[in-house]
């Protein structure tokens, strides 16, 4: 440091200490900047809040406005949760009868009116209403000497009420309407290897495939229209806010602006459903319940 003869730095050396400052500043401001641009483009670290553990081999799950579905398989249940994860009620048991189910795969609660459940060993679909009460069963009966009868998977019903679901023995999928009235059936596209999951819409159907990686767009009437990039989805939903995808380690919304954010998990999870309602999506494991609010 140099000193003027009044005991002062010297201008040159006094600019060059300023410029070091403000150099340091302009370095904090840009890390700070880099920093702001990294949480933008990958969404802050969090994990999602648990609500419910020690499920047993849970396969799927269903979320209305007020309640969530879950289905148990080794249990041959169903349990009926609030949305803070308090078990309300359970349905179900080992066997054959009504109320009853063998190796259930799939639920979909709709609206929260009706609730659709595919009971795979009795080769039928059970239908309840919304308190749990037994409505009624859709199955294939005996025809002209034929036994054969449905092996159902994955189901979805659309806002028209209409109701989806996969005949994994026939490979088809079969459309019933608001009144369990068969509809439509037809053979599952030959780009799809595997329904590991399906959503119907009033427009299309959406059927994850994860050995292609991809989730495929078919029409109502079982045309090929397309598909998305699905390498390591786990699990997908879609409601007015947009496409939901989880990943083991992340959750991803695409809005229906196009806008996209990413939301790292803090520790991965094994996901084998996900459901959406208005901004708070609910993730199912095989053994665990949780939820994530997106804002």
């Known amino acids: 440091m140099t000193l003027n003869r009044y005991g002062?730095?010297?201008?040159?050396?006094?600019s060059v200490i300023l410029c070091v400052q403000d150099l340091r500043i302009l370095w904090i401001s840009m890390g700070a900047f880099l920093l702001l641009i990294l949480f933008s483009c990958s969404g802050f670290a969090q994990s999602p809040a648990l609500l419910y553990s020690n499920l047993q081999n849970a396969t799927s799950f269903s979320v209305t406005q007020n309640f969530v579905y879950v289905v148990e398989q080794d249990q041959n249940r169903i349990l009926k949760f609030d949305h803070e994860g308090v078990l309300v009620e359970t349905v179900?048991?080992?066997?054959?009868?009504?109320?009853?189910?063998?190796?259930?795969?799939?639920?979909?609660?709709?609206?929260?009116?009706?609730?659709?459940?595919?009971?795979?060993?009795?080769?039928?679909?059970?239908?309840?209403?919304?308190?749990?009460?037994?409505?009624?069963?859709i199955y294939r009966g005996d025809t002209f000497g034929s036994s054969r009868r449905y092996n159902p998977t994955q189901i979805s019903v659309n806002s028209l009420g209409e109701v989806f679901f996969v005949d994994e023995t026939e490979d088809q999928i079969y459309r019933f309407d608001v009144d369990?009235?068969?509809?439509?059936?037809?053979?599952?596209?030959?780009?799809?290897?595997?329904?590991?999951?399906?959503?119907?819409?009033?427009?299309?159907?959406?059927v994850l495939d994860k050995r292609t990686k991809t989730i495929h767009r078919l029409a109502l009437n079982?045309?090929?229209?397309?598909?998305?990039?699905?390498?390591?989805?786990?699990?997908?939903?879609?409601?007015?806010?947009?496409?939901w995808k989880v990943y083991r380690d992340r959750l991803e919304l695409e809005t229906e602006t196009g806008n996209s954010s990413s939301f790292q998990f803090d520790e991965e999870i094994s996901p084998t459903g996900i459901k959406a309602i208005n901004n708070t999506a609910y993730i199912l494991t095989s053994t665990q319940l949780f939820k994530i609010t997106v804002e």
Request: charged share 25%; hydrophobic share 35%.
């Open 8 to 14: 002062r730095i010297s201008k040159p050396f006094k």
């Open 92 to 137: 179900g048991g080992k066997g054959s009868g009504d109320y009853q189910f063998s190796r259930p795969v799939d639920i979909d609660a709709t609206n929260g009116l009706k609730i659709f459940i595919t009971d795979y060993n009795n080769r039928r679909v059970q239908v309840f209403d919304r308190r749990g009460q037994f409505l009624s069963s």
């Open 180 to 206: 369990s009235n068969l509809m439509d059936e037809f053979r599952i596209s030959s780009e799809i290897a595997s329904v590991d999951e399906m959503l119907a819409t009033s427009k299309e159907i959406l």
């Open 222 to 243: 079982s045309s090929y229209r397309g598909f998305l990039p699905a390498d390591g989805v786990s699990a997908f939903h879609k409601n007015e806010r947009g496409f």
